[in-house]
């Protein structure tokens, strides 16, 4: 059986528009991330994975468990995405730095959501 | 109740931007959760580093969750599939929880099941076509 993939994420939040706007700006700075499904839901695409924002009222406003489901977001130049996280003025739980293999870092969405965004080294 | 996948057409996606490459589970138990994943979707890879599609699903042990989730409307990972049957049926013998039955919409076959964490995790085969919501569909694997 050929492996399913895994074609999108939904993210179940108490302030869609909040949250869309936070990922347009984090990492769309052009726009138009996000098409307008209804006034609460909105999708996107980040590589292969499409990224659903749904309004919901039975969510409270902060992930009570925000390790429980992390998305690594691969960035081309990742300080460049982190001086913009940092002018969009973010919250990190772990600022970007060099490891073994490339940059890492976590940062806390408006949700209390964990993310990280990595550069992989090249070759 | 989960919302459905918008049918509406998308065409917005970043084609030099940020791309998600792995999902990061936090387990109690990665293995079992590793194992479930295998068994209910075929997914495959080392240990517990399971491949979906273009996506790397990689399940963590971590002290800071709860041994089942506790808002799991949070965050519900949609797995496309060519043959929903087949995968329902290995559910079924699985004796997997479901939150949705398999239920036919406009734009595919679609359930809803609980992972041993109590992820909620989405199974769709598409009517037809990719998905318009998903950057990657069945498309390429028919």
Known sequence: ?123 | MIADPPALSMSASLEHGAHIRTVVLGSRAPRRAAAWYRRALGLSGPDEVLRAGDVELRITSRADVEPTAVEPIRTVLNFVVDDILEIEARLVAMEAIWVRELESTPWGIIGTVVDPDGNLVQIIEPARGTLPWSAKGREERS
């Open chain 1, 1 to 123: 059986m050929a492996t399913p993939p895994l074609g999108s994420i939904l993210l179940g939040t108490s302030n869609p528009v909040r949250l869309r706007d936070w990922y347009t700006a984090a990492f769309a700075p052009d726009g138009a991330a996000f098409s307008e499904v209804s006034p609460t839901m909105f999708a996107g695409n980040f590589g292969d994975v499409g990224v659903l924002i749904d309004g919901r009222t039975d969510v409270g406003d902060k992930n009570p468990e925000p390790g429980r489901v992390i998305l690594n977001f691969h960035v081309e130049d990742a300080r460049a995405t982190a001086d913009r996280l940092n002018r969009i003025g973010v919250t990190w739980l772990g600022e970007l730095e060099q490891r073994e293999g490339g940059l890492f870092g976590t940062l806390i969405d408006p949700d209390g959501n964990y993310i990280q965004i990595i550069q992989f080294e090249k070759g």
